[in-house]
């Protein structure tokens, strides 16, 4: 609300993400397969006030489930600029019994939380599309 009344300068602003080199608010799209380590780097986000900035990565489990499956990925490191991202299988353990074995291509959702320190603070996101080819295409029972 800042911006209603005060001029740019005395306003705060919200951090500029850029990850693996790409700036933007458009998803990050990764293609990797299973047993390969793949880096996310925020290197070069910044704040427009130039102030601190504290980073989170999280997964976003729910998103992009339509018309495909799970990936089992894992992360480390999530609190810091920089984040290795795991891909242990194209498919994830089914959250219900019985469910139908996954089979070919997964996906997994990352997201990049970043806050500045201003007042009030001001978080931006950005998302991360990971994009799990199955090596052989069969079937994965987990």
């Keep these: 609300m800042d911006w209603t009344i005060k001029d740019y300068a005395h306003a ?22 299973d047993g390969q380590t793949v880096m996310l780097d925020a290197a070069g986000s910044k704040d427009p006030d130039g ?30 600029r920089r984040v290795e991202v795991r891909v242990n299988s194209p498919c994830r353990a089914a959250w219900i019994a019985g469910v139908v074995p996954c089979i070919g291509d997964g996906v997994a959702h990352r997201v990049l939380e970043v806050t500045d320190n201003g007042t009030p603070q001001l978080t931006s996101y950005r998302r991360i599309v990971v994009h799990v080819a199955s090596q052989t295409g069969e079937r994965i029972f987990k």
Excluded at 12 to 33: D, E, F, K, M, R
Excluded at 59 to 79: F, I
């Design 51 to 80: 102030q601190a900035l504290s980073y989170r990565w999280w997964v976003y489990e729910e998103a992009g489930l339509t018309g495909t499956h799970g990936a089992d990925v894992t992360l480390a490191g999530g609190d810091g």
């Design 12 to 33: 705060n602003h919200n951090p500029q993400l850029v990850v693996n080199g790409q700036a933007g608010t458009a998803p990050v799209q990764i293609t990797a397969s």
